[in-house]
T-cell receptor, first 117, second 109 residues
Framework: DSGVTQTPKHLITATGQRVTLRCSPR?????VYWYQQSLDQGLQFLIQ???????AKGNILERFSAQQFPDLHSELNLSSLELGDSALYFC????????????????FGEGSRLTVL | AQRVTQPEKLLSVFKGAPVELKCNYS??????LFWYVQYSRQRLQLLLR??SRESIKGFTADLNKGETSFHLKKPFAQEEDSAMYYC???????????FGKGTHLIIQP
């Protein structure tokens, strides 16, 4: 399966801890997006990377950080975790050809469900 | 700032009845609008985009700039249409999408 893959699928941790979520984009996709979906909230855009560089920033907390590596996989680091950080974290990827925008079609992973106790 | 509002968290209709999922947006420029769908145990995926003016699985959506709406419609609902539907907007030079909170559509037999 060459779709977007996310690990881990589920993660339970305690307040104050730090976790890393990992995302591998579709083969050939250069852009990676991170979204957070909390209870009663829609998909909140966190951050976008394109070919290793930060492209756009959304409502990402200072306790959170991300990066995209040369092989294009991305990691989202969540630190000093709070109960309210419990959510489903989605990664998506898209194609972005040189000089042009993508079509608006994002390809999503299955998400990583984080539970902070 | 850009915002997408889906006023209905849940919409239940009978099979064969018409369906309309509402979406309103707030954006000062010319937006691109999309509908995404998530079927049970599947990934979130693109259903249709307004610039394509296409009908996918019998669904259509028209961008109404005067009313800042992009409602999703289908004349005759089918049971397999049951899913979560998200309206999304892309504005300016960004690649990313702003999503609404979603509407859970249930088609009753």
């Amino acid at each position: 399966d060459s779709g977007v893959t996310q690990t881990p699928k589920h993660l339970i941790t305690a307040t104050g801890q730090r976790v890393t979520l990992r995302c591998s984009p579709r083969s050939g996709d250069l852009s990676v997006y991170w979204y957070q979906q909390s209870l009663d909230q829609g998909l909140q855009f966190l951050i976008q990377y394109y070919n290793g560089e930060e492209r756009a920033k959304g409502n990402i907390l200072e306790r959170f950080s991300a990066q995209q590596f040369p092989d294009l996989h991305s990691e989202l680091n969540l630190s000093s975790l709070e109960l309210g950080d419990s959510a489903l974290y989605f990664c998506a990827s898209s194609v972005r050809s040189g000089g042009g925008r993508n079509t608006g079609e994002l390809f999503f992973g299955e998400g990583s469900r984080l539970t902070v106790l | 700032a850009q915002r997408v509002t889906q006023p209905e968290k849940l919409l239940s209709v009978f099979k064969g009845a018409p369906v309309e999922l509402k979406c309103n947006y707030s954006y000062s420029g010319s937006p691109e609008l999309f509908w995404y769908v998530q079927y049970s145990r599947q990934r979130l995926q693109l259903l249709l985009r307004h610039i394509s003016r296409e009908s996918i699985k019998g669904f259509t959506a028209d961008l109404n700039k005067g009313e800042t709406s992009f409602h999703l419609k289908k004349p005759f609902a089918q049971e397999e249409d049951s899913a979560m539907y998200y309206c999304a907007l892309r504005g300016g030079g960004a690649d990313g999408l702003t999503f609404g909170k979603g509407t859970h559509l249930i088609i009753q037999p």
